[in-house]
Protein backbone atom coordinates (compact mmCIF):
# COMPACT_ATOMS: atom_id res chain seq x y z
CA UNK A 1 0.00 0.00 0.00
CA UNK A 2 1.37 3.37 -0.97
CA UNK A 3 1.73 5.68 2.00
CA UNK A 4 2.32 8.99 -0.21
CA UNK A 5 0.59 8.98 -2.83
CA UNK A 6 1.90 11.70 -6.14
CA UNK A 7 1.05 13.06 -8.54
CA UNK A 8 1.59 13.97 -11.39
CA UNK A 9 3.48 11.01 -13.05
CA UNK A 10 4.95 13.17 -15.41
CA UNK A 11 4.69 17.15 -15.90
CA UNK A 12 5.71 19.46 -19.04
CA UNK A 13 5.59 23.60 -18.97
CA UNK A 14 6.91 26.08 -20.50
CA UNK A 15 9.93 28.00 -19.20
CA UNK A 16 8.38 31.03 -16.97
CA UNK A 17 5.69 28.84 -15.83
CA UNK A 18 4.62 27.37 -12.27
CA UNK A 19 5.35 23.78 -11.81
CA UNK A 20 2.60 22.47 -9.20
CA UNK A 21 3.35 18.79 -7.79
CA UNK A 22 1.13 17.22 -5.74
CA UNK A 23 1.12 14.72 -2.63
CA UNK A 24 -1.46 12.78 -0.71
CA UNK A 25 -1.03 10.62 2.93
CA UNK A 26 -3.47 9.31 5.25
CA UNK A 27 -0.84 8.62 8.34
CA UNK A 28 -1.64 11.49 11.02
CA UNK A 29 1.84 10.25 12.40
CA UNK A 30 3.89 11.83 9.99
CA UNK A 31 5.67 14.15 10.98
CA UNK A 32 7.90 15.69 8.60
CA UNK A 33 8.13 16.22 4.77
CA UNK A 34 10.70 16.74 2.56
CA UNK A 35 11.12 17.03 -1.02
CA UNK A 36 13.70 15.96 -3.68
CA UNK A 37 14.96 16.38 -6.92
CA UNK A 38 16.93 13.96 -8.63
CA UNK A 39 18.91 14.31 -11.66
CA UNK A 40 19.36 11.20 -13.83
CA UNK A 41 22.04 9.00 -12.71
CA UNK A 42 22.53 10.67 -9.44
CA UNK A 43 21.38 10.24 -6.07
CA UNK A 44 18.43 12.69 -4.84
CA UNK A 45 18.97 16.02 -3.30
CA UNK A 46 17.07 17.53 -0.77
CA UNK A 47 15.52 20.21 -1.91
CA UNK A 48 12.48 21.87 0.30
CA UNK A 49 10.88 20.50 3.35
CA UNK A 50 8.13 21.56 5.80
CA UNK A 51 7.22 19.89 9.11
CA UNK A 52 2.77 20.21 9.87
CA UNK A 53 2.88 23.17 12.36
CA UNK A 54 3.55 25.37 9.29
CA UNK A 55 1.00 25.97 6.22
CA UNK A 56 3.50 27.22 4.04
CA UNK A 57 7.38 27.30 3.52
CA UNK A 58 9.25 29.22 0.74
CA UNK A 59 13.09 29.09 0.19
CA UNK A 60 13.54 31.01 -3.33
CA UNK A 61 11.46 29.94 -6.02
CA UNK A 62 10.54 26.98 -4.67
CA UNK A 63 7.27 26.78 -2.31
CA UNK A 64 5.57 24.11 -0.23
CA UNK A 65 2.39 24.67 0.54
CA UNK A 66 0.53 22.18 3.23
CA UNK A 67 -2.70 21.54 4.33
CA UNK A 68 -2.76 19.66 7.41
CA UNK A 69 -6.78 18.85 7.39
CA UNK A 70 -6.54 17.14 3.71
CA UNK A 71 -4.17 15.69 4.15
CA UNK A 72 -2.15 17.09 1.48
CA UNK A 73 1.23 18.91 0.54
CA UNK A 74 2.32 20.12 -2.72
CA UNK A 75 5.49 21.58 -4.12
CA UNK A 76 5.27 24.75 -6.39
CA UNK A 77 8.14 25.87 -8.79
CA UNK A 78 7.64 29.60 -9.65
CA UNK A 79 9.30 30.69 -13.01
CA UNK A 80 10.15 27.46 -13.88
CA UNK A 81 13.48 27.00 -15.82
CA UNK A 82 15.02 24.59 -18.12
CA UNK A 83 17.73 23.58 -15.50
CA UNK A 84 14.41 22.50 -13.27
CA UNK A 85 14.07 19.91 -15.83
CA UNK A 86 14.61 16.69 -12.86
CA UNK A 87 12.41 14.35 -11.41
CA UNK A 88 10.94 15.24 -7.75
CA UNK A 89 9.94 13.02 -4.86
CA UNK A 90 8.15 14.18 -2.22
CA UNK A 91 8.30 11.60 1.21
CA UNK A 92 7.08 11.88 4.60
CA UNK A 93 8.86 10.45 7.92
CA UNK A 94 7.06 8.20 10.37
CA UNK A 95 6.73 9.93 13.88
CA UNK A 96 7.16 7.09 16.29
CA UNK A 97 9.97 5.74 13.46
CA UNK A 98 12.30 7.71 11.77
CA UNK A 99 11.40 6.03 8.80
CA UNK A 100 10.72 7.83 5.11
CA UNK A 101 8.43 6.92 2.95
CA UNK A 102 8.14 8.49 -0.82
CA UNK A 103 6.08 8.67 -3.47
CA UNK A 104 6.29 7.84 -6.86
CA UNK A 105 8.13 10.45 -8.51
CA UNK A 106 7.11 13.61 -11.00
CA UNK A 107 8.79 13.72 -14.38
CA UNK A 108 9.10 17.54 -14.59
CA UNK A 109 10.36 19.17 -18.65
CA UNK A 110 10.81 22.75 -18.79
CA UNK A 111 10.82 23.55 -22.11
CA UNK A 112 12.57 26.74 -23.39
CA UNK B 1 33.20 18.23 3.38
CA UNK B 2 30.62 16.35 5.09
CA UNK B 3 28.31 13.95 2.86
CA UNK B 4 27.82 10.31 1.97
CA UNK B 5 30.30 8.33 -0.21
CA UNK B 6 28.92 5.05 -2.51
CA UNK B 7 31.15 2.91 -4.35
CA UNK B 8 31.94 2.20 -6.63
CA UNK B 9 29.78 3.78 -8.69
CA UNK B 10 29.24 1.29 -11.03
CA UNK B 11 29.52 -2.36 -10.61
CA UNK B 12 28.96 -5.67 -12.65
CA UNK B 13 28.07 -9.17 -11.36
CA UNK B 14 27.48 -12.38 -12.33
CA UNK B 15 24.19 -14.44 -11.11
CA UNK B 16 24.96 -16.50 -8.80
CA UNK B 17 27.44 -14.31 -7.11
CA UNK B 18 26.76 -12.10 -3.60
CA UNK B 19 28.09 -8.35 -4.23
CA UNK B 20 28.83 -5.52 -1.42
CA UNK B 21 28.23 -2.07 -1.84
CA UNK B 22 29.40 0.26 0.22
CA UNK B 23 28.26 3.65 2.01
CA UNK B 24 30.34 5.71 4.42
CA UNK B 25 28.93 8.88 6.31
CA UNK B 26 30.49 11.29 7.83
CA UNK B 27 27.56 13.33 9.00
CA UNK B 28 27.53 11.93 12.18
CA UNK B 29 24.17 10.58 11.44
CA UNK B 30 22.70 7.85 13.51
CA UNK B 31 20.36 6.73 11.20
CA UNK B 32 21.53 5.20 7.78
CA UNK B 33 19.24 3.46 4.70
CA UNK B 34 19.99 1.58 2.23
CA UNK B 35 17.10 2.26 -1.34
CA UNK B 36 16.65 0.23 -4.29
CA UNK B 37 15.48 1.92 -7.27
CA UNK B 38 14.45 0.55 -10.49
CA UNK B 39 13.73 2.50 -13.97
CA UNK B 40 10.56 4.71 -13.50
CA UNK B 41 9.99 3.86 -10.04
CA UNK B 42 10.18 5.55 -7.04
CA UNK B 43 12.17 4.53 -3.87
CA UNK B 44 11.50 1.52 -1.94
CA UNK B 45 13.55 0.95 1.61
CA UNK B 46 15.56 -2.62 1.61
CA UNK B 47 16.86 -1.88 5.28
CA UNK B 48 17.52 0.76 7.41
CA UNK B 49 19.63 0.82 10.84
CA UNK B 50 18.66 3.97 13.48
CA UNK B 51 21.96 2.92 15.90
CA UNK B 52 24.81 1.38 15.61
CA UNK B 53 24.48 -2.65 15.73
CA UNK B 54 21.08 -2.46 15.30
CA UNK B 55 18.68 -2.65 11.91
CA UNK B 56 15.40 -3.28 10.20
CA UNK B 57 13.74 -4.91 7.61
CA UNK B 58 12.22 -2.35 5.03
CA UNK B 59 10.07 -3.71 2.81
CA UNK B 60 11.74 -5.48 0.02
CA UNK B 61 14.51 -6.92 2.55
CA UNK B 62 14.53 -10.18 1.12
CA UNK B 63 17.75 -11.61 -0.74
CA UNK B 64 19.54 -8.82 0.55
CA UNK B 65 21.76 -8.52 4.07
CA UNK B 66 23.47 -5.44 6.06
CA UNK B 67 25.49 -5.36 9.08
CA UNK B 68 26.28 -2.09 11.05
CA UNK B 69 29.14 -1.88 13.07
CA UNK B 70 30.30 1.44 13.07
CA UNK B 71 28.25 4.56 12.80
CA UNK B 72 29.82 5.47 9.68
CA UNK B 73 29.65 2.60 7.63
CA UNK B 74 26.27 0.56 6.30
CA UNK B 75 27.42 -1.70 3.85
CA UNK B 76 24.98 -3.91 2.17
CA UNK B 77 25.38 -7.26 0.72
CA UNK B 78 22.98 -8.39 -2.39
CA UNK B 79 22.85 -11.75 -2.44
CA UNK B 80 22.31 -14.39 -4.97
CA UNK B 81 18.90 -14.93 -3.34
CA UNK B 82 18.10 -11.81 -4.37
CA UNK B 83 15.92 -12.76 -7.92
CA UNK B 84 16.06 -9.39 -9.93
CA UNK B 85 19.25 -7.81 -8.97
CA UNK B 86 20.10 -5.17 -11.38
CA UNK B 87 18.96 -1.86 -9.89
CA UNK B 88 20.49 1.72 -9.15
CA UNK B 89 20.88 1.20 -4.83
CA UNK B 90 20.93 4.49 -2.71
CA UNK B 91 21.87 4.98 0.56
CA UNK B 92 20.87 8.00 2.99
CA UNK B 93 21.71 8.96 6.16
CA UNK B 94 19.41 11.25 8.54
CA UNK B 95 20.06 13.55 11.81
CA UNK B 96 18.45 13.60 14.96
CA UNK B 97 15.71 16.16 16.22
CA UNK B 98 18.20 18.71 16.31
CA UNK B 99 18.72 18.75 11.94
CA UNK B 100 14.83 18.22 11.85
CA UNK B 101 15.59 14.53 10.83
CA UNK B 102 16.81 15.87 7.34
CA UNK B 103 17.45 13.08 5.12
CA UNK B 104 20.64 12.94 2.70
CA UNK B 105 21.75 10.70 -0.13
CA UNK B 106 24.46 9.12 -1.42
CA UNK B 107 25.67 9.34 -5.26
CA UNK B 108 24.50 5.79 -5.94
CA UNK B 109 25.96 2.19 -7.25
CA UNK B 110 24.11 1.15 -10.51
CA UNK B 111 24.54 -2.72 -10.24
CA UNK B 112 23.71 -5.00 -13.27
CA UNK B 113 23.87 -8.50 -12.95
CA UNK B 114 24.37 -10.53 -15.74
Known amino acids: QQQVKQSPQSLIVQKGGISIINCAYE??????FPWYQQFPGKGPALLIA?????SEKKEGRFTISFNKSAKQFSLHIMDSQPGDSATYFC???????????FGTGTSLTVIP | DGGITQSPKYLFRKEGQNVTLSCEQN?????MYWYRQDPGQGLRLIYY???????QKGDIAEGYSVSREKKESFPLTVTSAQKNPTAFYLC?????????????FGPGTRLTVT
Open chain 1, 27 to 32: NTAFDY
Open chain 2, 27 to 31: LNHDA
Open chain 2, 49 to 55: SQIVNDF
Open chain 1, 91 to 101: AAKSGARNQFY
Open chain 2, 92 to 104: ASSGDRRSYYEQY
Open chain 1, 50 to 54: IRPDV
